[in-house]
Nanobody
Framework: QVQLVESGGGLVQPGGSLRLTCAAS????????MSWYRQAPGKARESVAAISSGGNTNYADSVKGRFTISRDNAKNTVYLQMNSLKPEDTAVYYC??????WGQGTQVTVSS
């Protein structure tokens, strides 16, 4: 079945880095755009970054210059490299594929 599994979240100090991984299975990964979303407590889920099947990327203004989305079609995996993390980046991060396919989420907490 179609599945997205995130990993790589955790607790990090402000200014630190994390790399999130989303492993996809059950569909032809290479033909789909993939995205990362996040949801902070009490807030709506928001788009963070997206990458097309051809590798074109776009980012939310709040993360531009700090986050990088990438994909490895040979491994059916999409990544989110997060640098210079801020407390306001604290959220559950979700991997998403068109057609309402979501992962289970991974918690990222930025705190000293």
């Amino acid at each position: 079945q179609v599945q997205l599994v995130e990993s790589g979240g955790g607790l990090v100090q402000p200014g630190g880095s994390l790399r999130l991984t989303c492993a996809a299975s059950g569909f032809t990964f290479s033909i789909y755009a993939m995205s990362w979303y996040r949801q902070a407590p009490g807030k709506a889920r928001e788009s963070v970054a997206a990458i097309s099947s051809g590798g074109n990327t776009n980012y939310a203004d709040s993360v531009k210059g700090r986050f990088t989305i990438s994909r490895d079609n040979a491994k059916n995996t999409v990544y989110l490299q997060m640098n210079s993390l801020k407390p306001e980046d604290t959220a559950v991060y979700y991997c998403y594929r068109a057609g309402d396919v979501w992962g289970q989420g991974t918690q990222v907490t930025v705190s000293s």
